[in-house]
């Protein structure tokens, strides 16, 4: 039987961001499931602090081109692809001028949060499973890594839940220490509306979206989480626990056998046959 396909959705990937826990396991997870002989994809944000040249970055001109509406105002697509040669892996980039270009991570150069950073985390979504849909590819679960990836679960259960990639899609979180220190914009819930994505299963949650509230948020429709270490909010670890979400406990040896086994455990069923166009 076929290996399953993972979709690795990632906030953070070294060496084209500093390293940090999440950076460093936005590269080696992929890196070593594809080891064990799975079909991976990899997205992650075009930051504007990455240097374009030094990582080899280029315009995949058949995927880009696009425009996604946010707010009620269009902002093209740009995808753009490198590989890090050391690990492996192909990283695909989600780029956009207003978002992305000349801007930073969450933060600014003084440190304080974008404003717009909940439109960033919903551009980011749509534009990632847009982009897949156009590949023809099929994962069989989503590893969903960082607050920009947070809007993904709702999406895959709700808005894309018929699209044919994700049909049978399982989706897995993880959840990292708080990074975000102000509460998103007021049009966040608004932003975020979809298709099946309704304002009506908004209701549930607060009006002011902050970091823990994007965690509860991606919890509600994933399938099961990952703890990355011992400082993540016990708050969302009790909120998984008594959604009774499957969860990988933090250990300080975890690494690719035990998350090779837990999505196996989301998904023991699935395996993908189909093949790339």
């Known amino acids: 039987m076929a290996k399953k396909k993972i979709l690795y959705i990632n906030q953070e990937i070294a060496p084209y961001v500093p390293d940090t826990l999440m950076s460093l396991m936005g590269r080696d997870i992929p890196s070593a499931i594809q080891e064990k002989g799975y079909e991976i994809r990899i997205f992650m944000p075009k930051w504007g602090?990455?240097?374009?040249?030094?990582?080899?970055?280029?315009?995949?001109?058949?995927?880009?081109?696009?425009?996604?509406?946010?707010?009620?105002?269009?902002?093209?697509?740009?995808?753009?692809?490198?590989?890090?040669?050391?690990?492996?892996?192909?990283?695909?980039?989600?780029?956009?001028d207003d978002y992305f270009n000349?801007?930073?991570?969450?933060?600014?150069?003084?440190?304080e949060d974008y404003p717009d950073n909940g439109e960033r985390a919903i551009f980011f979504a749509r534009g990632v499973l847009e982009t897949v849909k156009k590949l023809r590819w099929v994962p069989d679960i989503i590893h969903c890594q960082g607050?920009?990836?947070?809007?993904?679960?709702?999406?895959i259960k709700t808005a894309y839940h018929d699209e044919p990639s994700f049909t049978n899609t399982k989706v897995v979180t993880s959840l990292f220490t708080k990074s975000l220190s102000k509460d998103l914009a007021d049009n966040f819930k608004r932003c975020v509306e979809f298709r099946e994505?309704?304002?009506?299963?908004?209701k549930p949650y607060k009006d002011s979206f902050d970091f823990d509230e994007l965690g509860k948020l991606a919890?509600?429709?994933?399938?099961?989480?990952?703890?990355?270490?011992?400082?993540?909010?016990?708050?969302?670890?009790?909120?998984?626990?008594?959604?009774?979400?499957?969860?990988?406990?933090?250990?300080?040896?975890?690494?690719?056998?035990?998350?090779?086994?837990?999505?196996?455990?989301?998904?023991?069923?699935?395996?993908?046959?189909?093949?790339?166009?």
């Open 49 to 96: 602090n990455i240097n374009e040249r030094r990582g080899q970055l280029h315009e995949v001109q058949r995927l880009s081109g696009m425009n996604l509406i946010i707010d009620d105002t269009d902002h093209p697509l740009i995808i753009k692809v490198a590989s890090i040669q050391s690990a492996k892996i192909q990283v695909y980039f989600i780029d956009n």
């Open 102 to 111: 000349k801007r930073q991570m969450g933060k600014d150069e003084q440190g």
């Open 147 to 155: 607050w920009m990836s947070a809007v993904v679960p709702l999406y």
């Open 197 to 202: 994505a309704t304002a009506d299963l908004l």
């Open 219 to 277: 919890i509600d429709y994933s399938d099961g989480i990952i703890q990355t270490d011992n400082t993540v909010n016990k708050e969302l670890l009790n909120y998984a626990k008594e959604k009774e979400t499957p969860i990988l406990k933090y250990k300080e040896d975890c690494f690719a056998d035990d998350i090779e086994a837990f999505y196996n455990q989301i998904a023991p069923d699935v395996a993908s046959e189909e093949e790339d166009d």
